[in-house]
């Protein structure tokens, strides 16, 4: 079993860890980094429990190599709050009760993040399309899509750096 | 995945030397090779990542042709707003491709040499007459995208050849594309049918050349030319359209299968050539 | 106990919406769900399954796996030892342990694709894989059988011996693969049928489904080399997998103590066990830690889904529309080991209605696929399929709207179920009165697009539940739970707290304990959290209350009849004392000085546990080309007693209808001819993605709170998915002009009826 040494920066903190060659990005971060808070529903990218962004890029961790993150720069859901301060998207999921069991929560936070990173005012259909990729049981996503619009505008009013 | 030695040439000489190993894959987005090692039907001894290699992943216009790097994310090609407005099948095409997620890794060349029936870009890029430069031990080729499937799971790739980029021909005046596929849901299935279409229109807006192609109604993506012709010299009329119909059902051959039963695909293959020709043609008078 | 029925505006906390107190854990990755465990030393654990759906094994040799560097434990079904005794009481349904502890190691046959025949336990997660090649089975591969008519026909392949059906007198000679026929009934069917002006009837059949929690199974087990034993896992009952492994591993339940995981979805399907005698058999093999999570390919394998079904159904009525009689016959599958909800489905069928005249017949059939496990209302949805469906039939030949036939025919308080409770406290007339005046059902339909309306009900339970309240020297308080949270409960029990004690929320946390911490509990399933737990929560809360007042009134020296409490504060009534008021802060703060800590625990069975009404509403269309189906507008409105914590009950009353549309339209398990599963994944078993729904309207119908309920609470989880099978089923079949009888209603399906003469 080869194992590599991986530099990367996670969540803006430089890392190394020590990756096999067909590990998943998802089981690095685990049980590498010990970073659980990204998880697996499926292990072959249609659940999106596992999303994360990779150089500003939405990716399911579990169909990307360890490896691949030599020279990346990831952000997980253990980033997304700063310094102790909710994003707003945490801040309104608490707030609409967007979530129940919250396994999907930390997958369904990036992937709004990663929308909105990039259409800070999107309507309701493509919030819903966005998110295909997150499977939700629990709250069949009608307060998920309220809060990530809800947090849009909080967004857009701070006009804050993300 | 135990055993695995993942490479990342940085240069298409190494990486062709690389794939010349037994038991050598190739990798670009991964979306399809990492899930099928999880499920154990792919079991590599090295991993070939191409993304290291230059431009791989760039996407670029070359006298009005567009170059797209084998590589490149179908995210990039949604982005890319010329050629979005040069080939907006092959873009919608690609950006069917599974969840946002995927969009982010999944590649136009993973998706063709992938070689699943019905792999979504395929149908759309055999439309608009894409070829592939394939390059190997014995030097570059070119070949048009419809002669790389031969059957699922498996390419006219020798050994040690990798898909560098596809060529999207310069785009004719007057020209229009659409892909539409069938999902039971509204996204993250694999078609049950998939029908992409080229079209151009004469001055006096009839059809003066069609290219339809079929995907997940046989072993490969097809290119069903009775269609094409069926509307050339036509004017979209009914008759055409019913003509079109009749070739597709006369060419489609799918399998039942948990997604879908051959009566079901050759019936909705009909309706959705159709349904793409019309915007194909939509998008040609615009 | 406190009146149930206390009107909204005095109370200060139930009712309203603060954050769930284990949100932030949630939304910041902190929370640890079963398979975010490490512990030193651990090993990864891999099970071994048959590639077969009905095979006897002839040997199995592990002795190859043993050898392997790394390999610390190997086990098959011969480590079990399942000690004497019978069933278990598991959520809703019996288990007999034998067939449990086979299911989760096989032991002589195999009856599935992906039974589990033996367990490994290695340094890592290559060397475990690795080590499961190295195990030989050699099996002897049987004759299979999947579907549920074909499994009761005479001739099919029989999977037990030993199984004469229950229920039928006299037993059976040979032995079949009907576990056991139910009868219930009354009166006189023949004859009400025979005077009927109306008859209506069909054959319905659903398909198996998954609870599609999205967290796969995972614990991890630790073996101390004293015999005690740990256990992390996410379950829905602590105290049922602590029960359940000791039984299968012949332990005392004081060797085992489980410590409940956050749990990533339930819906009953995790109130078994599978891996947790699994992981402590390795684990005492060897004396490491071992964690075993399934794979989401293991999960559908070899978790139970629930039963698919076969029903007959027919109803008798006056020209006017009153059912007089109905008749039922419910053949579910239970997978490979008895124990379907039949039962539940011939009680459930005609809840919601009075009938005098009912025959209902259930088979509990057996065949070869995953043992079921309880599915949100478990045999209900199915039911009411049918049933639903018929009904909309019978609006229909009478010309009679779908809500004013069922208020015709709504049960009513001090009515008999078939199965001989009485009615108590129903606000379903309420509730159908309320989906009538909604906007929703008010709006006019556009060409092409179409509406269904279902009902449904569900008992919901009380039983068994803990709860301690402690308050804190600074005057907050924390709740101890028994249960799980599956849905928000914390919130909920947090809330019931500071209500009782007068505290406001942010004081109040609530804690979910070990089987060491806190007293017994059935699980968390049922319905029965918020009341059952929430019961005790609050009689916790009130014996603090009562313990507060008597420290206040030894302060003062005054009669404890004088004292009174109200927003977390005693009040002194004899005006001869010269009395300050003592807040609980105040009075905690000198806890020492009147009696030491001030705390309580309450072990109750609760009583009283009030059933739940549904009634949901489904606009869609049809692509008349493809068949395809797109819901445009959804509102569910309940029965709820009184919603405790709003959001989470539209939460239930949201992820309920989501559920049971994915059931409606696209979500069965596809097996080939050699019975092997074809669609063991979330590309291809298709549950309702974001874009596939819009907006879930809820109407939340308080007509009627619970007076055995402290704060009139019902229970709210389950009933939600009992409607929506037959409210989307009744919308396409008014599209297509034809009764859909067979879910799912996938496009094809459509396609095909839209066709049809």
């Not at chain 2, 792919?42 to 290291?52: C, I, Q, S, T």
């Not at chain 3, 030949?397 to 004013?404: E, F, V």
């Not at chain 3, 009538?436 to 092409?448: E, N, V």
Request: with cysteine; glycine share 10%.
């Amino acid at each position: 079993m080869s194992r590599t040494v991986v530099n990367a920066v996670v969540n803006g903190e430089p890392v190394e860890f020590l990756a096999g060659g067909g590990q998943s990005l998802l089981d690095a971060l685990r049980d590498e980094l010990r970073l659980t808070g990204s998880k697996e529903g499926c292990g072959t990218g249609d659940c999106g429990a596992c999303s994360v962004i990779v150089d500003g890029r939405l990716v399911c961790a579990c169909l990307m190599l360890a490896p691949e993150a030599e020279g990346k720069r990831i952000e997980t859901i253990e980033g997304l709050a700063d310094n102790g301060h909710l994003h707003p998207l945490q801040h309104q999921f608490l707030e609409h009760a967007a979530l129940q069991c919250g396994f999907c929560t930390p997958g369904l936070l990036m992937a709004s993040k990663a929308l909105l990173d990039r259409n800070p005012d999107p309507t309701e259909t493509e919030v819903r399309y966005w998110l295909a990729g997150n499977i939700c049981r629990c709250t069949g996503y009608d307060k998920v899509v309220r809060a990530v619009m809800d947090a849009a505008a909080d967004l857009r009013q701070e006009g804050r750096p993300k | 995945m135990s055993g695995v030695e993942y490479l990342s040439p940085g240069s298409v000489a190494e990486a062709v030397r690389a794939l010349q190993v037994d038991g050598a894959r190739v990798m670009a987005g991964g979306t399809d090779l990492l899930v099928q090692m999880r499920i154990g039907r792919a079991k590599p001894n090295v991993v070939v990542d191409l993304k290291r290699i230059p431009g791989i992943a760039d996407i670029r216009e070359e006298d009005g042709a567009f170059i797209i790097g084998a590589a490149a994310s179908g995210a990039a090609l949604g982005e890319h707003e010329a050629l979005r407005k040069a080939w907006p099948g092959v873009v919608e095409a690609a950006n069917l491709i599974g969840s946002t997620q995927v969009q982010g890794r999944a590649s136009l060349g993973g998706n063709l040499c992938n070689a699943s029936p019905a792999a979504d870009s395929v149908p759309a890029l055999i439309a608009a007459g894409a070829t592939c430069v394939i390059a190997g031990p014995n030097g570059e080729r070119e070949a048009l995208v419809e002669t790389i499937q031969v059957a699922p799971g498996k390419t006219t790739l020798a050994k040690g050849e990798v898909l560098l980029a596809f060529r999207l021909p310069k785009r004719t005046a007057h020209a229009g594309d659409a892909y539409l596929r069938l999902i039971p849901r509204t996204e993250m299935d694999i078609a049950v049918v998939g029908a992409g279409v080229c079209v151009t229109l004469d001055a006096s807006g009839k059809c003066n050349a069609a290219r339809v192609s079929l995907g997940a109604v046989a072993p490969t993506a097809l290119l069903v030319e009775a269609a094409g012709a069926a509307l050339v010299g036509s004017s979209f009329d009914d008759a055409a359209l019913a003509k079109l119909e009749a070739a597709i059902a006369a060419a489609a051959r799918p399998i039942s299968d948990k997604r879908g039963t051959a009566e079901y695909r050759t019936k909705v293959a009909a309706v959705l050539a159709r349904r793409a020709v019309l915007i194909a043609r939509d998008r040609a008078k615009a | 106990m406190s009146d149930g029925n206390q009107p909204p505006s005095s109370l200060k906390v139930v009712g309203t919406r603060p954050i769930r107190p284990d949100g932030v854990d949630k939304v910041t990755g902190r929370a640890q769900f079963g398979a975010d465990f490490h512990l030193p030393g651990m090993l990864t654990g891999r099970i071994k399954r048959s590639p077969h759906a009905h095979a006897r094994i002839v040997k199995i040799d592990t002795s190859a796996a043993e050898k392997l560097p790394g390999v610390k434990a190997v086990v098959t079904g011969a480590d079990l030892d399942v000690g004497a005794g019978g069933d278990i009481e598991a959520g809703e349904h019996a288990a007999a342990m034998k067939d449990v502890a086979a299911n989760c190691l096989a032991s002589g046959k195999v009856f599935y694709q992906g039974h589990a025949v033996a367990a490994v336990a290695a340094t890592s997660p290559e060397i475990a894989a690795d080590a499961l090649d190295l195990i030989e089975v050699i099996y002897e591969v049987l004759p299979h059988v999947v579907d549920v008519d074909e499994a009761m026909a005479p001739g099919a392949p029989v999977l037990h011996d030993d199984m004469f059906t229950k229920g039928v007198t006299p037993k059976p000679a040979k032995a079949s693969n009907v576990a056991q026929k139910h009868v219930m009934g009354r009166g006189d069917v023949a004859g009400a049928f025979a005077a009927a002006a109306v008859v209506v009837e069909g054959r319905y059949t659903t398909a198996a489904v998954h609870q599609g929690y999205i967290e796969p199974h995972a614990c991890v087990a630790a073996w101390g080399a004293d015999g005690q034993s740990t256990i992390w896992c996410s379950s829905q009952g602590q105290f049922l997998v602590r029960a359940m492994t000791a039984r299968i591993l012949n332990m005392p339940l004081s060797d085992i103590k489980v410590i409940p995981a956050e749990i990533g979805g339930g819906f009953g399907g995790k109130t078994t066990v599978y891996l947790e005698p699994v992981a402590l058999a390795l684990s005492r093999k060897c004396g490491r830690p071992v964690k075993l999570v399934m794979s989401r390919e293991e999960v559908f394998l070899a978790s139970g889904p629930t039963s698919g079904s076969s029903m007959d159904v027919r109803l008798a009525a006056t020209k006017d529309g009153k059912i007089t009689a109905a008749e039922m016959t419910l053949r579910y599958q239970a997978g490979a080991f008895a124990g379907s909800p039949v039962n539940l489905g011939c009680m459930t069928a005609f809840a919601c209605y009075d009938v005098e005249h009912l025959a209902l017949v259930g088979y509990d059939v057996v065949s070869n696929r995953p043992k079921v496990a309880a599915y949100r209302a478990p045999g209900a949805p199915m039911a009411a399929f049918a049933v639903e469906s018929a009904i909309d039939d019978l609006a229909r030949k009478l010309k009679m709207d779908p809500i004013d036939l069922r208020i015709l025919n709504a049960v009513k308080d001090g009515a008999k179920t078939v199965y001989g409770a009485t009615v108590r406290y129903s606000a379903f007339i309420e509730t159908l009165q309320a989906v009538k005046a909604h906007p929703h059902y008010q709006s006019k339909l556009k060409a092409g697009q179409a509406r269904g309306v279902a009902a449904g009900f569900w008992f919901n339970i009380g039983g068994e539940s803990s709860a301690a309240v402690h308050v804190d020297e600074d005057g907050g308080a924390t709740v101890v739970s028994s249960n799980p949270d599956i849905g928000g409960s914390r919130a909920s029990m947090a809330m019931m707290a500071a209500e009782t004690l007068g505290l406001p929320i942010e004081r109040v946390r609530c804690t979910v304990a070990d089987t060491t911490s806190i007293g017994f509990s059935g699980s968390t399933g049922g319905s029965r959290v918020t009341f059952a737990t929430g019961m005790a929560v609050v009689e916790a809360a009130q014996k603090v209350v009562a313990d507060l007042k008597r420290r206040a009134a030894q302060t003062w020296e005054c009669d404890l009849a004088h004292v009174e409490w109200k927003d977390g504060v005693a009040t002194c009534l004899d005006p001869s004392k010269d009395a300050k008021p003592l807040s609980l802060k105040a009075l905690a703060g000198k806890s020492a000085k009147t009696g030491g800590p001030i705390a309580a625990e309450v072990s109750l069975n609760a009583q009283g546990a009030a059933a739940g009404y549904g009634v949901h509403v489904c606009d869609l269309e049809i692509d008349p080309e493809t068949g395809r189906t797109t819901i445009l507008r959804y509102t569910a409105a309940q029965d709820v007693g009184r919603a405790i914590h709003p959001a989470y009950v539209e939460g239930q009353l949201q992820g309920g209808a989501a559920q049971g549309v994915g059931w409606a339209l696209n979500e069965e398990y596809v097996y080939n001819a050699k019975g092997l599963l074809d669609n063991a994944s979330f590309l291809d078993y298709r549950m309702p993605v974001a874009s596939d729904l819009p907006m879930i309207d809820t109407i939340l119908v308080e007509a009627k709170p619970n007076p055995r309920h402290p704060y009139g609470a019902k229970g709210v989880g389950e009933v939600p998915i009992v409607p929506p099978l037959a409210a989307v089923a009744n919308a396409i079949s008014a599209v297509v002009g034809q009764r859909m009888t067979s879910l799912p209603l996938s496009p094809a399906k459509v396609l095909a009826a839209g066709k049809a003469p």
